[in-house]
């Protein structure tokens, strides 16, 4: 077939497509979403969202266990939620194969840490592969579930944002057929007692021997010789491509894409053969270590940053120092500084609404915030929260938290706050025992109907699924009732109802106890909302504008001083939402576009 | 592609621009054109309004797929501040191509930070290869603001000297159909558009 230009993700797709991968599950997450998005475009393989990783790890593995090859993807984080799943399959292993891909963020594009996740393959005691571009990806998942099903283990698929995300050239395979693997009941394998476990850790370390074994002469670890053997390089994942970049054909490589267990020999047999040995590496020094282990002293941590993202630019400073190649014309003049651009709650964003009411009791309130679009109102001019950790940690940090506060004599109430997916990831646990322990917490629901940040993943309060079937929507409001919560202590908002928005927060704020605010409107960017919104724009009368820059407050990006006027600058933008005709004391801004 | 093997090229914009539109087109049709080719977007929480960058490298075989400070040949700037921004991205002797359309971020339009002044006077100071697009004044004449993009797509066609792709048939394959008109249309009149 002809080469196409696909992402690492889209690859990982087409790959498991072509491996006969029959059940696929995923949480969202940047940069892995778009791996489920493309192979539920595939035929033959059932694809949905899980309500958080560790769901979706269990759903593929079940999938396994029932005889087919089964996929969950997830970012790095998230494999932290499906760390229970993942280390107790290693002792159990696998029927159908089974691939775990784990998608990195070294640099933090989008995540609130750069763990490398390569460190938990040792950790659960599963195979390791680590692709390097999109034809890897493509080829690579395919000897994953080989691999899986070979060695009866799951596999890891440890991918970084930029194999995640760069298109390179793929040349596409011919699938083979989802070929179901009979199930037959194996309690001394599958049903995790503790006597079974004793047996299977037995087991697991002789299957990683023999994986080990295998590991030396895998396709998947290879020895690229240079015209030199001069310098070596030990490396995998996209750290091989920027060492390629950097060092050329000069250098020798072991190139590395089976990565746990490491090849022993192999490693060895490279290194007497070069005369000096590098370990290149993003992150932590998880090759270096095992090399330094073996006996071998080599380049690796000292010169490679542990911190950030790696590219050829960074290695050709470390290792090949010479004047920077920046720059253009000399003894230039200083040039002006960019303003920083932050990404921003979009124009007619309702999450705006909702820290627009909550900025008017900052007196009286603290937010706790938690990971989606509705992070971004931490950012002046807003700064709707105070903290954020990790998925679904709002409302239960927020039980403590209340707790030390009130211990210190801080009367605020604390607000915390997540989104509708977040709610069903992993907030619903804090919400029963905020309710149970009758913690002095409002916790609040933005639900705009969608996984929007990761570009609009259905939920299990949307009507579809993944697959586009019609499902049962599953209903917040009903959730948070079945606590026990008595109903006068939960509201349902429109966050763009500013009044109606800052009543119930002021009933919260008086309620000693807990308390549930919904604050409910799809997100903007839902194609049937843009729809209904095309042509509606505010404007600003400028007979009536007093220059009091309330409007500017709400951090709207659509609305701007400009030439000492404040104007609409682009009403291809605004939404004409109205908040800031709500919050603008002199009436001087009204609809511009089709009145609603 | 003579002297090096291959060429790097980063579009920076605002999330919203059209950026990575523009660069799978580009992709795509470099790849018609029998390159290897690399292209790498960052997407996620910088979509939402904030400083966007995709990177395109193509030539006989490529490597690493990002383009680090001093290393693009050719630095497309969909938004003024934003050539300030990322340009230690761009080589000595390297190309700008800028389009002098101005997006306010929110610190300026709070006033917690202000818009620069003299963008173009002072990049024109100190890079030798400066080229003004008014691709989007462009796309506003032709009353569809949002094909700034292709605009900029064709000029940059024209600058590379990469015409023997059925470049129109590209665009017509990956905008949406209602769009593909005016779109079609963007894209010859950044062909022709004259960059000083």
């Not at chain 1, 979403?33 to 269990?58: D, P």
């Not at chain 1, 697991?204 to 080990?212: H, M």
């Not at chain 1, 002469?217 to 490396?235: A, D, F, K, Q, Y």
Request: charged residues 20%.
């Amino acid at each position: 077939m002809k080469p196409v230009l696909l992402s690492g993700d889209e690859a990982v797709a087409r790959g498991a497509h072509e491996a006969g991968c029959a059940v696929a599950a995923a949480y969202p997450g940047t940069p892995s979403t778009e791996i489920l998005e493309n192979l539920a475009r595939y035929e033959n393989v059932w694809c949905q969202w899980g309500s958080n990783e560790k769901v979706a790890l269990e759903i593929a593995l079940g999938a396994s266990i029932g005889g087919a090859r089964a996929l969950a993807a997830m970012k790095h984080v998230g494999l932290n939620v499906a760390a229970d799943p993942l280390l107790s399959m290693g002792y159990a292993g696998v029927n159908g194969g089974l691939v775990v891909v784990s998608a990195d963020d070294p640099g933090c594009h989008s995540s609130q840490n750069e763990q490398d996740n390569r460190l938990y393959a040792p950790l659960a005691k599963v195979a390791m592969v680590e692709p390097s571009d999109s034809e890897e990806c493509r080829t690579y998942i395919r000897a994953a579930f080989d691999l899986s099903e070979a060695f009866d283990t799951p596999v890891l698929f440890r991918m970084t944002t930029r194999v995640c995300h760069s298109k390179s050239l793929v040349v596409p395979g011919v699938p083979r057929d989802p070929a179901m693997k009979p199930y037959v009941r194996n309690t001394g394998k599958f049903a995790l007692l503790p006597t079974v476990a004793r047996v299977r850790h037995r087991l697991v370390e002789e299957k990683l021997l023999a994986l080990e074994e295998y590991a030396n002469t895998s396709p998947l670890n290879r020895i690229e010789w240079g015209t030199s053997r001069e310098v070596g390089i030990i490396t995998s994942g996209i750290a091989y491509q920027h060492a390629r970049e950097v060092f050329g054909d000069g250098a020798s490589y072991l190139k590395l894409g089976l990565t746990f267990p490491l090849p022993s020999k192999l490693i060895r047999t490279f290194a007497r053969s070069v005369s000096r040995l590098y370990v290149i590496e993003e992150g932590e020094p998880y090759l270096e270590t095992k090399v330094r282990l073996l006996g071998f002293d080599c380049i690796g941590k000292e010169l490679v940053p542990l911190c950030g993202e790696l590219d050829a630019g960074i290695l050709r400073a470390a290792f090949l120092p010479q004047p920077s190649p920046a720059g253009q014309k000399e003894d230039a003049p200083a040039l002006p500084v960019a303003p920083p651009r932050p990404p921003v709650l979009c124009a007619g964003c309702p999450h705006r609404g909702f820290y627009t009411a909550l900025g008017k009791r900052k007196k009286s309130v603290v937010g706790v915030g938690d990971i989606g679009c509705y992070g971004l109102g931490v950012n002046p001019p807003l700064e709707g929260f105070d903290y954020s950790i990790c998925m679904g940690s709002s409302f239960s940090s927020a039980i403590g938290f209340s707790r030390a506060l009130a211990q210190s004599g801080d009367a605020r109430k604390v607000f915390a706050i997540l989104g509708d997916s977040t709610f069903f990831h992993s907030g619903i646990p804090g919400l029963v025992d905020a309710v149970h322990l009758g913690a002095n917490v409002c916790c609040c629901i933005l639900d705009n109907r969608i996984t929007a940040m990761t570009g609009h993943q259905e939920t299990p309060g949307t009507a579809r699924d993944l697959m586009g079937n019609e499902v049962v929507p599953v209903d917040v409001v009903a959730l948070v009732k079945a606590t026990g919560l008595p109903e006068e202590r939960i509201r349902v908002v429109d966050p763009l109802d500013l009044a109606a928005t800052g009543a119930a927060m002021d009933e919260a704020i008086a309620a000693q106890g807990p308390f549930v605010i919904v604050s409910r409107r799809p997100c903007v960017l839902l194609k049937d909302v843009a729809k209904s919104l095309e042509g509606q724009w505010c404007e600003v009368d400028q007979k009536l504008c007093r220059q009091c820059r309330q409007c500017l407050k709400i951090g709207c990006p659509a609305i701007a001083s400009k030439e000492g006027r404040i104007v609409i600058d682009d009403p291809v933008l605004c939404t004409g939402c109205g908040l800031c005709m709500q919050v603008c004391p002199f009436g001087a801004i009204r609809k511009g576009g089709s009145v609603r | 592609m003579s002297g090096r093997e291959e060429r790097n090229i980063l579009l920076v914009g605002v999330g919203g621009q059209g950026t990575i539109l523009t660069s799978k087109i580009l992709s795509q049709g470099l790849v018609d054109l029998g390159y290897d080719v690399k292209m790498s977007e960052i997407h996620g929480m910088a979509q939402r309004g904030g400083s966007v960058s995709t990177q395109i490298k193509y030539g006989r075989k490529i490597y690493a797929p990002n383009i680090g400070p001093g290393e693009a040949d050719l630095l497309v700037a969909f938004e003024k501040a934003e050539a300030l921004r990322w340009f230690p991205w761009l080589r000595k002797g390297g190309i700008l191509v800028l389009d002098p359309r101005e997006i306010y971020p929110v610190p300026v339009l709070t006033g917690a930070a202000t818009y620069p002044e003299n963008v173009v006077e002072s990049l024109s100071a100190v890079v030798e290869n400066l080229r003004v697009a008014p691709a989007a004044k462009v796309a506003n004449e032709l009353g569809s603001p949002r094909s700034q993009n292709m605009v900029l797509l064709g000029a940059l066609v024209s600058l590379l000297g990469l015409e023997g792709a059925a470049w129109k048939d590209l665009v017509a394959r990956f905008v949406p159909p209602k769009a593909r008109d005016v779109n079609l249309l963007a894209f010859e009149r950044g062909a022709a558009l004259v960059m000083r």
